[in-house]
């Protein structure tokens, strides 16, 4: 389960295989973990991932994100073309945005991550699109990295809830 609330919170509830919990929770400043054997603050660099997470608007603010943008060589996602766009996020790594060449959806968002051995890309896939409220979404988003330390992961909605009420309170770390 995923509640977002605009403009900055978020908290991810993950239950394992084995029934065993995870909560992960940013409430516009902090960020928490707590497992089903510690709670911790975040590190800053699990802080900064989820605060980029936690941005509701990000797919909406493009031109805010980017001190560059330019159009790059058009290509194929899943056997669909793609416009391409290349830019320089505000955290200085490259990025490329490729929209599908038909319906002008992002279908993919490629960051470039620095590492001691170079750069390492972050892949997010975004599919099956689907109308909420007016709105088309993607239900199927899939993250996949060469770094072997980040675990791919593939996001299902089921269902997907606009302009809920949520309580602050959510995003707060429970109490020790």
């Given amino acids: 389960?995923?509640?977002?609330?605009?403009?900055?919170?978020l908290l991810m509830?993950?239950?394992g295989p084995d029934g065993a919990v995870t909560?992960?929770?940013?409430?516009?400043?902090?960020?928490?973990?707590?497992?089903p054997t510690q709670q911790r603050?975040?590190?800053s660099i699990e802080l900064a991932q989820v605060k980029r997470?936690?941005?509701?608007?990000?797919?909406l603010n493009l031109?805010?994100?980017f001190s560059n943008l330019i159009v790059g060589n058009n290509q194929k996602v899943n056997d669909r073309d793609a416009y391409v766009v290349v830019g320089t996020n505000s955290s200085k790594q490259r990025e490329r945005l490729f929209f599908d060449a038909e319906t002008g959806l992002l279908?993919?968002?490629?960051?470039?991550?620095?590492?001691?051995?170079?750069l390492d890309p972050v892949q997010t896939d975004f599919s099956d699109y689907r109308e909420v409220d007016g709105v088309r979404l993607p239900f199927t988003i899939t993250i996949s990295s060469l770094d072997n330390n980040h675990n791919g992961q593939t996001r299902t909605f089921l269902q997907i809830k606009q302009?809920?009420?949520?309580?602050?309170?959510?995003?707060?770390?429970?109490p020790k």
Avoid: C, H, M
């Fill in 1 to 9: 389960q995923i509640y977002q609330k605009a403009p900055n919170k």
């Fill in 13 to 15: 509830v993950v239950t």
């Fill in 23 to 35: 909560y992960q929770g940013f409430n516009g400043s902090a960020g928490w973990i707590k497992t």
């Fill in 41 to 43: 603050e975040l590190t």
């Fill in 53 to 59: 997470q936690a941005d509701l608007y990000k797919e």
């Fill in 63 to 65: 031109k805010d994100q």
């Fill in 107 to 118: 279908v993919r968002r490629v960051v470039f991550n620095q590492t001691i051995l170079g």
């Fill in 163 to 174: 302009n809920v009420a949520v309580d602050d309170a959510k995003f707060e770390p429970p």
